[in-house]
């Protein structure tokens, strides 16, 4: 799941700048957060709501592919499908996992350390500001957009964004873990940084880190 969507969608009340749709929650104006707290709060519940929402299909589409399209192969290979005769997709398996991966926590906290600074702490951007900024992709506002840049970044041994990183993440996998798979079995949470940075990175547009 594209973590820095659900940002986006908080930033525009759960309105989809990149397909003109009502996708999200109405979590509230931007403008009308008065606390950064309340800004962190929308985006777990936009995070939580698309949590719940994709797992409850992706349950569903592994009943689908137990029953369509097994695989029988790789279930000769699992302890104890064929004692039980199931494949893995349908739960034959010893043990049994699903996991539900994130894209993008990091964007997030880097973004919400940018709004923390400039927005909230040392008001040099306004909220209306940044978001004029960020829905032209920061074109003639490069003064913006370099202020964003120098918030504190991830990676860089700074408490200031690496407390919003640990502390987004701990949500995330506590909450997931008590999410239910198919088959009995509790979602595990994994952070997942491979291969969907380009195809999430299309759907999402410009965000306070600077991106």
Not at 126 to 149: I, M, Q, T, W, Y
Not at 154 to 162: K, L, Q
Request: neutral net charge; proline residues 3%.
């Amino acid at each position: 799941m594209s973590m820095g969507k659900c940002l986006e969608l908080v930033l525009n009340n759960g309105f989809d700048p990149n397909t003109r749709k009502q996708i999200g929650l109405k979590t509230g104006r931007f403008e009308d957060f008065q606390t950064f707290s309340g800004v962190v709060e929308a985006f777990k519940e936009q995070v939580r709501y698309f949590s719940y929402q994709g797992t409850a299909l992706f349950n569903l589409q592994r009943y689908f592919r137990a029953a369509m399209i097994p695989p029988i192969f790789n279930s000769g290979l699992v302890d104890d499908c064929i004692k039980s005769g199931k494949s893995v997709s349908a739960g034959g398996a010893r043990f049994n996992y699903m996991y539900f991966l994130l894209e993008g926590m990091i964007d997030v906290a880097d973004s919400l350390a940018a709004i923390k600074k400039h927005v909230f702490e040392e008001c040099s951007i306004s909220k209306r500001e940044l978001l004029d900024a960020l829905s032209v992709n920061f074109e003639g506002k490069e003064d913006l957009h370099r202020l964003l840049s120098s918030a504190p970044k991830y990676g860089n041994d700074e408490n200031y964004v690496d407390t919003i990183a640990h502390d987004l993440y701990d949500w995330w996998r506590k909450m997931v873990a008590e999410m239910d798979a198919s088959y009995g079995c509790k979602y595990l949470p994994c952070a997942y940084s491979v291969s969907l940075h380009h195809s999430y990175g299309a759907r999402v547009g410009a965000l306070p880190s600077g991106r």
